[in-house]
């Protein structure tokens, strides 16, 4: 048991409620999968590629900008969006290095020591 984490969160871990929050709505899945590596959507195409309004899209769009799952760059009056590849990465290396070290350590069977 580590009762030290019923205090607080190992560091890193601030992120994780965020990032899985706002990947667990279908409609922020899919903004996220639009994008092509390197690729940048300003808000009025992606918006067009949904039949939920444009309001509704500008809240989706918070939700993964605030998740750091998106950077957001204003030009003129349109807002550009890209994913936010190296965030997404060090989550989810923080996620696996943790189900990494909570995993018992394999045995190696009787039958393949014989």
């Known amino acids: 048991m580590k009762p030290e984490y019923a205090n607080h969160l190992p560091d890193g871990w601030d992120r994780f409620s965020r990032f899985f ?3 667990g709505d279908t409609t922020r899945q899919q903004i996220l999968l639009l994008f092509d590596p ?3 959507i300003c808000v009025n195409e992606i918006a067009r590629l949904f039949k939920i309004s444009r309001p509704a899209i500008s809240h989706h769009l918070k939700i993964l900008r605030n998740a750091e799952l998106l950077i957001s760059e204003k030009r003129g009056k349109e807002v550009y969006y890209r994913v936010n590849h190296d965030h997404c990465a060090e989550v989810m290396r923080i996620v696996r290095e943790f189900i990494m ?3 018992p350590p394999t045995r190696l069977s009787v039958s393949a020591n014989r």
């Open 21 to 23: 929050f706002a990947l």
């Open 38 to 40: 390197g690729e940048e």
């Open 101 to 103: 070290n909570q995993s």
